[in-house]
């Protein structure tokens, strides 16, 4: 059974940083791209970035891009988020997803409970 | 304002069908980037219920189906069940921004 448990969230004060990271289990985690989906109260699903199985293939979205960075590790099985930078409106739940295939964009068909993040003075 | 543009809300008796609709542009849904449909029933992790423009997850009803066509694409969901109340959200991927898009949302009220 797929398991993905993120980590790492908090409270924090703009402009801080943050690192999330999300321990996956239960599949060959170096056959598959990874997602960071964010999600802020009350608010819809909002994709954040993508990583293909070797990282060879990286995407941002316009809202992160220059201040977040994704990474894997495939020897132990996880994946990460530095975010730098961080700002109010970055206030949200931060989901883990593996994507069906080696790469993404095909379906995100597992998803973790989430990591909050809370930026505020 | 998402990319993809859904209804915020749609409705049923149980028993009954309804289906959401996705709108796109010619750089994702309209650039024949397959779109993929999530359940989210408030306060748990989105759920994969379509992948590819029309094929099911093992485990999920066949009373849930999709289609493509154009810029739009819609989820179909039939014989309304109490379960079925959740979030509904679209996803695909668009060629201008480089990266994945999800719509809005649509919140399935069964009445």
């Known amino acids: 059974e797929v398991h993905l448990v993120e980590s790492g969230g908090g409270l924090v004060q703009p402009g801080r940083s943050l690192r999330l990271s999300c321990a996956a289990s239960g599949f060959m985690f170096d056959d598959y791209a990874m997602h960071w989906v964010r999600q802020a109260p009350g608010k819809g699903l909002e994709w954040v970035a993508s990583?293909?199985?070797?990282?060879?293939?990286?995407g941002y979205a316009d809202s992160v891009k220059g201040r977040f960075t994704i990474s894997r590790d495939n020897s132990m099985s996880s994946l990460y988020l530095q975010m730098n930078s961080l700002r109010v409106e970055d206030t949200a739940l931060y989901y883990c997803?593996?994507?069906?295939?080696?790469?993404?964009?095909?379906?995100?068909?597992?998803w973790g409970q989430g990591t909050l993040v809370t930026v505020s003075s | 304002q998402s990319v993809l543009t859904q209804p915020p809300s749609v409705s049923g008796a149980p028993g009954q069908g309804v289906t959401i609709s996705c709108t796109g542009t010619s750089s994702n849904i309209g650039a024949n980037y397959d779109v993929h449909w999530y359940q989210q029933v408030p306060g748990t992790a989105p759920k994969l219920v379509i992948y590819a423009n029309r094929n099911r997850p093992s485990g999920v009803p066949d009373r849930f189906s999709a289609s493509k066509s154009g810029t739009s694409a819609s989820l179909t969901i039939t014989g309304l069940q109490a379960e079925d109340e959740a979030d509904y959200y679209c996803h695909s991927y668009d060629s201008s921004l480089r990266g994945s898009v999800f719509g809005g949302g649509t919140r399935l009220t069964v009445l």
């Open positions: 990583i293909s199985w070797d990282g060879g293939n990286i």
């Open positions: 997803g593996k994507d069906r295939t080696m790469i993404s964009a095909t379906g995100i068909d597992s």
